[in-house]
């Protein structure tokens, strides 16, 4: 051989492989020699390829070369495997690998404890006749407010500040979205495509321009819920959350409605239900008051319904939205939201 680069090159990878092959004593080793020397990434090939590059008179004695390499690498592998197979088969007669040994146990996932929490809240409205729908996290405008009773310069759009998404459509036009602050847009646009009677809950992650704290996050769950028909009353919305209260929290909860407000219902409510580790005589958990806030809800504004083409002399309904980590935070007695985006694996495990 001449003192050329290529053919330096190609003795120290026959020199490699040779070294390398030494210690690849499993099937597992073999293979990635074989992909490292031999693959069509590996190392002989590469070398194989760039022989075109060369003159004529290079080629034939630098491409004999490396042929007869590549032959006694592939040589080399096919013993490797023959003597390994051998060495696999002697080792079974002997009774020296123990097939009847268990397998090694293979790590199972589990459920985040909000998507845990998310299907349990779903289950329950099913169960009352409800379907869950999901829609879109980056929304209109329109749907994230408008829609909802809420027009530009409202005092409730700084509740619920947001991030804007600005992007160009197809069509070069400057559009303007929004990473949408709760599930209630999914109501217009439910009832825009469905005739009633309509009976929905939409589960989905929100988003807000606020600070993190022990009992706020900037994204956070929450199910919404919509039920629209011909004479559907405040009883109604009643009974149905007073289930759903009983079946995540127990038959011994109590349940407070109190006046709450929110453009795109009328009347509106709080939901609350007594402390679960004071059992409402006060605590540092409920803040000495004996309850817990868990939804607000109300009866869907007749301007909600006159803009998705509803009668609302004919139709009546009630809507309700709750914070799921928040529902999660007391099911399971934690006392700071973070935990559950931590990604500490020492506490997800518990659930
Ligand atoms: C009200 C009436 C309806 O007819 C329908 C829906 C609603 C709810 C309304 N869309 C809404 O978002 N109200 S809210 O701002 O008070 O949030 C609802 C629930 O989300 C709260 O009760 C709380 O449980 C949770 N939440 C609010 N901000 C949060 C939060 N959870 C975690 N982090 C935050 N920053």
Not at 15 to 34: I, K, N, Q
Not at 64 to 71: D, I, S
Not at 238 to 264: Q, S
Not at 277 to 284: E, I, P, S
Request: aromatic share 10%; with cysteine; proline share 5%.
């Amino acid at each position: 051989m001449t003192d050329q680069p290529l053919q330096t090159d190609l003795e120290a990878i026959v020199r490699d492989a040779r070294g390398e092959m030494e210690h690849s004593s499993t099937p597992e080793a073999l293979e990635s020699w074989r992909v490292s020397y031999l693959g069509r990434r590996g190392r002989l090939t590469l070398l194989l390829r760039s022989l075109a590059s060369l003159s004529l008179e290079e080629r034939r004695t630098v491409g004999a070369e490396a042929n007869r390499a590549k032959a006694q690498l592939e040589q080399l592998l096919e013993q490797r495997q023959q003597a390994l197979k051998q060495e696999t088969s002697r080792l079974l007669q002997e009774g020296r690998i123990d097939v009847t040994l268990p397998g090694r146990p293979v790590p199972l996932g589990r459920l985040h404890p909000i998507t845990q929490t998310v299907r349990e809240i779903c289950a329950a409205f099913v169960s009352m006749g409800f379907d869950a729908v999901e829609g879109p996290e980056v929304e209109w405008e329109h749907y994230n407010f408008d829609a909802l009773n809420i027009p530009r310069d409202h005092p409730a759009r700084d509740m619920w500040d947001t991030l804007w998404v600005d992007w160009t459509d197809p069509t070069s036009q400057q559009r303007r979205m929004l990473l949408r602050t709760h599930t209630s847009p999914m109501q217009a646009r439910v009832m825009e495509k469905t005739r009633p009677p309509v009976r929905v809950v939409v589960p989905g992650r929100v988003y807000r321009y606020e600070a993190s704290d022990a009992t706020h996050e900037w994204h956070f769950t929450q199910v919404e819920g919509l039920a629209v028909d011909e004479r559907i009353t405040f009883a109604d919305m009643k009974g149905t959350l007073y289930e759903f209260a009983h079946r995540i929290f127990g038959a011994d909860r109590k349940v407070r409605f109190r006046c709450d407000y929110f453009p795109f219902v009328e009347p509106g409510a709080e939901m609350a239900i007594d402390c679960f580790a004071c059992q409402g005589k006060g605590c540092r958990i409920c803040k000495d008051t004996g309850w817990i806030e868990i939804m607000g809800a109300g009866m869907v504004h007749p301007k909600v319904l006159d803009g998705v083409g509803y009668d609302p002399s004919v139709y009546t309904g009630f809507a309700f939205g709750l914070g799921v980590e928040r529902i999660a935070m007391l099911k399971y007695g934690i006392e700071d939201i973070r935990l559950f985006y931590a990604n500490d694996v020492r506490f997800l495990r518990q659930f």
